[in-house]
T-cell receptor
Framework: DVKVTQSSRYLVKRTGEKVFLECVQD?????MFWYRQDPGLGLRLIYF???????EKGDIPEGYSVSREKKERFSLILESASTNQTSMYLC???????????FGQGTRLTVV | QQQVKQSPQSLIVQKGGISIINCAYE??????FPWYQQFPGKGPALLIA?????SEKKEGRFTISFNKSAKQFSLHIMDSQPGDSATYFC???????????FGGGTRLMVKP
């Protein structure tokens, strides 16, 4: 069974902290994505990666960075967490083309 | 600015009824239109998808209707069941790159 695993289900961080969200996939997919989910706004793409060490900005990259040192792992970094980054974060992986994107269970981040 | 607009935001349907969710897009380069279903505490999962060379696709109780000239597509859930209660997202992908653009989501509740 295919699997995308996010390291934490819930996180509470303080304003200004550096936050790492980790995502691992076991499907040998080339493409990995980070989305944030907010009510009424759907899923908005933060960053994606189509290969190791490659990254591309999505629609809302400000305040975030990413790292992909290994094919199976894609990390989202909040350099200095702010309260407006309180959200549900979803990682996904995809083989490519018009194929199914597989999502992790999400990390609900609260910044106080 | 959402490139894919989804309506309604929430929907209540009686068991056995038909649930209809609509999406509209602007970008004529979109060529793949999936629907994702998300249950509470889970990541979204692919439900059904369509390409613009067909006007309708049916899988069990779920049907996508696609109107290329109007740039609209919709999800119909026939004989809706309480187990269908979830959030539904329409999405679209262009022919360059693997990024999905999501609608804002519809929270469906099917009453027994």
């Amino acid at each position: 069974d295919v699997k995308v695993t996010q390291s934490s289900r819930y996180l509470v961080k303080r304003t200004g902290e550096k936050v790492f969200l980790e995502c691992v996939q076991d499907m040998d997919h080339e493409n990995m994505f980070w989305y944030r989910q907010d009510p009424g706004l759907g899923l908005r793409l933060i960053y994606f990666s189509y290969d190791v060490k490659m990254k591309e900005k999505g629609d809302i990259p400000e305040g975030y960075s990413v790292s992909r040192e290994k094919k199976e792992r894609f990390s989202l970094i909040l350099e200095s967490a702010s309260t407006n980054q309180t959200s549900m974060y979803l990682c996904a992986s995809q083989e490519g083309g018009n194929t199914e994107a597989f999502f992790g269970q999400g990390t609900r981040l609260t910044v106080v | 600015q959402q490139q894919v607009k989804q309506s309604p935001q929430s929907l209540i349907v009686q068991k056995g009824g038909i649930s209809i969710i609509n999406c509209a897009y602007e970008n004529t380069a979109f060529d793949y239109f999936p629907w994702y279903q998300q249950f509470p505490g889970k990541g979204p999962a692919l439900l059904i998808a369509i390409r613009p060379d067909v006007s309708e696709k049916k899988e069990g109780r779920f049907t996508i209707s696609f109107n290329k000239s109007a740039k609209q597509f919709s999800l119909h859930i026939m004989d809706s069941q309480p187990g269908d209660s979830a959030t539904y997202f329409c999405a679209a992908k262009g022919n360059a790159g693997n990024m999905l653009t999501f609608g804002g989501g519809t929270r469906l509740m099917v009453k027994p």
